[in-house]
């Protein structure tokens, strides 16, 4: 019978192209190596972005539950102190920040919390943040601030007595 047709053709590219059998399996395995290599390559780099990602996340913990963003110009002071007071009630701990004209605002925050025994400061962090100028559409620098305040001891005890003021000083108003 002799030999099939398509194997004399493959002989025949081989002998043509000089490429053994031997040849071809030592290039599969060269291929095969470098293709393992190209998806270790490809696997460390999505692990390092992954971790990037997580340290952004870590950084800039943007959503946290217990922040208070406060801007000087959107609410009164005192909207915000009342906020903060219900966020420790909630969360036992409140992070209050501010960039740049509104920094004031928020140290004013702190110490009438402080002031009347509500809270005592756990850290205190200033930064610079680059943000665009609206006007100019240029790169500007602005002061941030964060302040983490947590309950006294004595915290629940001062709310429930405000409480209990106030609802007198509403009951003797109604009767």
Do not use: W
């Not at 219900?86 to 004209?101: F, H, I, K, P």
């Not at 402080?114 to 100019?136: C, F, H, P, Y």
């Amino acid at each position: 019978m002799g030999t099939p047709r398509s194997q004399i053709q493959d002989d025949e590219v081989s002998e043509c192209f000089g490429i053994t059998e031997k040849g071809a399996q030592s290039r599969n395995r060269q291929v095969g190596l470098e293709f393992q290599q190209q998806q270790q390559q490809q696997v460390s780099k999505m692990e390092e972005i992954t971790q990037g990602v997580n340290n952004i996340n870590l950084a800039n913990d943007s959503h946290k539950k217990n922040r208070i963003q406060v801007s000087n110009t959107k609410k009164p002071l005192f909207f915000y102190v009342n906020l903060a007071k219900r966020y420790m009630q909630q969360y036992t701990e409140v992070e209050l920040s501010a960039l740049g004209m509104a920094i004031a605002t928020v140290v004013t925050i702190a110490e009438i919390l402080k002031n009347n025994g509500l809270a005592v400061e756990k850290k205190i962090t200033t930064t610079t943040v680059d943000m665009k100028d609206d006007s100019r559409g240029r790169p500007v620098q602005k002061a941030k601030i964060e302040i983490l305040l947590g309950k006294t001891e004595n915290f629940d005890e001062l709310m429930a007595a405000a409480a209990e003021e106030r609802d007198g000083v509403y009951g003797e108003e109604q009767s």
